[in-house]
């Protein structure tokens, strides 16, 4: 094998959460430049398609932002290097004392993976366990809450809108031309615009790149989404387009839903989105009357008004029309983990969940996850529930959550705060210690967001490179700091080391049997698996 090609490498892109394959080349004068990105040909989802964003990886990897040595902020608000072992012994001393003054609960944790690096999230697990943490938050909260909350109901588990072999698609809130956001986004568009028997509508307030390669294009008012599509819902009803015998065999509930559009006002709704009613019925007709149908959302209505009733209206569309679980069609996806969780809570008699609340606004908890956006009224009060240290990792919630100076403000009153990131963010600036992980490229890595149907994959990624000096990855920090805290005896899981040299085999039997006698052994399970 030549030089240079022991400096090509596989790995994935870590800029969306497609994580397309790339083929990169390493250089540079010590090498560790990312001097060259193509797609890799033998990848089964991309293959070879990469976008304008992952040729700009060797930025995220080595940029001069990037951390080397952990941060403790100083009493006039300044930062000064401190060691490892100082750093850690420091941190473990800190969030014990919360946690034994306050109890486990009074510990946020915001994060837990980028959208690539997901194995930060099932190594924290660990730590949470060992903490007692209970309310957890990340950027998927201010996302896909709502969403999350529609198909648990709906459906009961997440689904994939196989776009690529729809005869008819449909996007809202979407401009894949620009920002990809799904599987080799600019030739499924150009195969759209190509194919006479195939149609492409697009929902968007505005022309985009991808409206371009629309055959419809249904520029609603903004924020006025949901009475479009319960427009098109009520044309499908109105015009008897249903597929009644496969809803009798597939779905219930059907008759209340379908008797109250059938006295929605079309027409009305239509003009009130701001299109002419016959565009928005002629589309429901190509809907209604498609061998396969596929609609796609994202962010663009997930963060927009009424975003919860539009997920509802969008899924109700290609589901009332039989559109589920065929080719072409919306489907139940098998994946790893869930990254976007159901949502699980019991009903009252009126049929509401019964959610459970934040402990101070009462904000509700959707998925297992807090609201973002209430994170810093939770900690700015004197209830004697509320936060009294937080940890952020792999997240910057001062930059992307809204009321940042109030959540500056929140963590500066907090009695501890925690990140761990590969730079310092503005999140970073507000935290009394910064340690700097290793990137996304310097460790094992994987993302558990591919979510494809029929046929899913999960690709789990080497390093490319050695840990950047003075950074570790965050398995090693959970580590360290569970250590640090006294919460491990000296050789209490050697017995599982010891298994682990023999094989796999006598590592299960040892590993099952550590579980059943040992309770530590599944509060701290991701740890106990990192070090054994």
């Known amino acids: 094998m030549s030089a240079e090609q022991k400096n090509i490498r596989q790995t994935a892109c870590n800029l969306c959460f497609v994580n397309c394959g790339l083929t990169v080349e390493l250089g540079g004068e010590d090498g560790r430049e990312i001097v060259k990105v193509r797609g890799d040909e033998e990848h089964p989802t991309s293959r070879g398609y990469i976008c304008n964003k992952a040729a700009r990886i ?90 999350a909350w529609v198909i648990s109901r709906m459906i009961g588990g997440m689904t994939h809108p196989e776009v690529h072999h729809a005869q008819v698609a449909m996007f809202i809130g979407k401009n894949p031309f620009l920002s990809n956001g799904m599987d080799r986004a600019r030739p499924f568009l150009r195969e759209m615009k190509n194919d006479p028997n195939r149609t492409l509508i697009v929902v968007d307030p505005r022309r985009t790149e991808t409206t371009d390669f629309a055959d419809i294009h249904l520029a609603v008012k903004a924020g006025r989404d949901a009475w479009l599509m319960a427009a098109l819902v009520g044309h499908v009803v109105q015009s ?63 963060m927009a008004p009424h975003s919860t009733l539009t997920s509802y209206l969008n899924h109700l569309l290609p589901l009332l029309t039989g559109n589920y679980g065929k080719d072409g069609t919306m489907g139940m996806v098998t994946q790893l983990a869930e990254v976007i969780s159901m949502h699980d809570s019991r009903l009252d008699g009126d049929g509401r969940d019964q959610l459970e609340t934040m402990p101070v606004t009462g904000a509700p908890i959707i998925s297992g996850l807090y609201p973002g956006a209430f994170l810093a009224e939770e900690i700015l009060n004197d209830h004697p529930e509320r936060p009294r240290a937080l940890i952020v990792e792999s997240g910057n919630p001062v930059h992307s959550l809204p009321g940042a100076n109030n959540l500056r403000a929140a963590m500066r009153s907090l009695d501890f705060t925690l990140v761990v990131d590969v730079a310092m963010t503005e999140t970073a600036r507000e935290a009394d210690y910064v340690l700097p992980a290793s990137s996304t490229y310097e460790k094992w890595e994987a993302t558990f967001f591919p979510r494809n149907f029929p046929a899913n994959i999960f690709h789990l990624r080497e390093p490319l490179l050695s840990p950047t000096p003075g950074t570790l990855p965050e398995p090693e920090i959970h580590a360290r700091i569970i250590e640090a805290m006294g919460l491990v005896e000296p050789g209490e899981f050697d017995e599982l080391r010891a298994a682990a040299a023999q094989g796999l085999e006598a590592y299960r039997d040892a590993f099952f049997a550590a579980m059943a006698s040992n309770p530590k052994a599944g509060q701290l399970l991701p740890y106990v698996l990192y070090r054994t």
């Not at 002419?276 to 007709?285: L, W």
């Not at 190509?286 to 997930?302: K, V």
């Open 58 to 147: 060797n930025y995220y990897q080595n940029n001069s932002a990037r951390l080397t040595s952990p941060m403790r902020r100083k009493a006039d608000g300044t930062y000064e290097e401190v060691d490892w072992d100082t750093a850690i012994a420091e941190v473990a001393e800190r969030l014990d004392k919360v946690k034994t003054e306050h109890g486990g609960d009074k510990i946020f944790y915001y994060g837990g993976g980028g959208q690539g690096n997901h194995l930060v999230g099932a190594s924290a697990l660990g730590l949470r366990g060992a903490l007692g943490v209970k309310y957890k938050g990340n950027a998927i909260s201010q996302e896909k809450t709502g969403l």
């Open 240 to 302: 008897d387009l249903l597929p009644m015998d496969w809803l009798a065999e597939h779905a219930m509930g059907v008759e209340p839903v379908v008797e109250y559009f059938r006295t929605v006002p079309v027409d009305d709704y239509a003009t009130f989105a701001g299109l002419d009613p016959a565009q928005v019925k002629e589309t429901a007709e190509i809907i209604g009357r498609a061998e396969s149908f596929a609609l796609e959302e994202d962010i663009g209505i997930q």
